[in-house]
């Protein structure tokens, strides 16, 4: 399973409890799995051009479980440009992106 997963959380300004949501699921999830570093989820603003920014949250494959519980989509694996750790390990960065060793 090498899906990354998706969930758009609309808005920036309403996004904060869904957020703090997925972040405690994901740690619960992170600790009972021994903490691997390919456990991680990120967070991105996207406007799209629109006035407003919505709270995309992005779970590395690892983290398909509670990607699933909040009902997030498959998607392809997103750029890390402006992409922001909300929960998991630093090293997860160097792991899931590669590229950014170079």
Partial sequence: M???????LGDAM??????????DLL???????GSPDEMAVFTRHESEGRLH?????YFSPMS????EEVN????EKPS???LSLLAGSKQSWLILFPELAR
Avoid: E, H, T
């Fill in 2 to 8: 090498r899906n990354w997963f998706l969930i758009n």
């Fill in 14 to 23: 309403l996004a904060v409890d869904q957020q703090d949501r997925i972040k």
């Fill in 27 to 33: 740690l619960s999830a992170y600790a009972q799995a």
């Fill in 53 to 57: 920014c919505d709270v995309m949250i």
């Fill in 64 to 67: 398909a479980k509670v990607a």
């Fill in 72 to 75: 997030a989509r498959s998607c």
């Fill in 80 to 82: 890390p440009i402006g």
